[in-house]
């Protein structure tokens, strides 16, 4: 026994009991078992917690950088019919005709951007046949 074993043929008959360093051992590691499970759901709880949070943040970030491309795109149509209509009322002195055609084209061309970005309208690139 002094170097760590155990004889199991003793005569006391108990050979079928563990001894009772065996069952704290035992007692100990069912205990230890029972904490890492609660453990384990907790961090999983916590993790589909944050999952489910992040998504929430990118959903939010993706609609609002939808929200800005829409807009610029509205933007972006109404100022270049603009430039253009005040560039051909310099070029013809037609003033304000040609600023008032192409901001209300420009205007109408944005709108029609913004429909196609959105999924509204058709795009350009369809089979037209």
């Given at each position: 026994?002094?170097?760590g074993t155990?004889?199991?043929?003793?005569?006391?008959?108990?050979s079928q009991?563990?001894?009772?360093?065996?069952?704290?051992?035992?007692?100990?590691?069912?205990?230890?078992?029972?904490?890492?499970?609660?453990?384990?759901?907790?961090?999983?709880?916590?993790?589909?917690?944050?999952?489910?949070?992040?998504?929430?943040?990118?959903?939010?970030?993706?609609?609002?950088?939808?929200?800005?491309?829409?807009?610029?795109?509205?933007?972006?149509?109404?100022?270049?019919?603009?430039?253009?209509?005040?560039?051909?009322?310099?070029?013809?002195?037609?003033?304000?005709?040609?600023?008032?055609?192409?901001?209300?084209?420009?205007?109408?061309?944005?709108?029609?951007?913004?429909m196609r970005?959105?999924?509204?309208?058709?795009?350009?690139?369809?089979?037209?046949?």
């Amino acid at each position: 026994m002094a170097d760590g074993t155990r004889n199991t043929q003793q005569g006391d008959g108990n050979s079928q009991q563990p001894p009772a360093d065996e069952a704290a051992l035992s007692a100990r590691l069912t205990h230890l078992d029972e904490r890492l499970s609660e453990v384990r759901k907790d961090r999983d709880n916590r993790s589909a917690r944050q999952g489910s949070e992040r998504q929430t943040a990118s959903a939010k970030a993706s609609a609002m950088a939808r929200g800005f491309r829409l807009s610029s795109e509205l933007v972006a149509g109404v100022v270049v019919g603009a430039v253009i209509g005040w560039g051909i009322d310099r070029l013809f002195s037609t003033s304000p005709w040609g600023l008032i055609v192409f901001f209300l084209l420009g205007f109408a061309a944005g709108v029609i951007n913004l429909m196609r970005v959105a999924g509204v309208a058709p795009s350009d690139s369809s089979d037209r046949s």
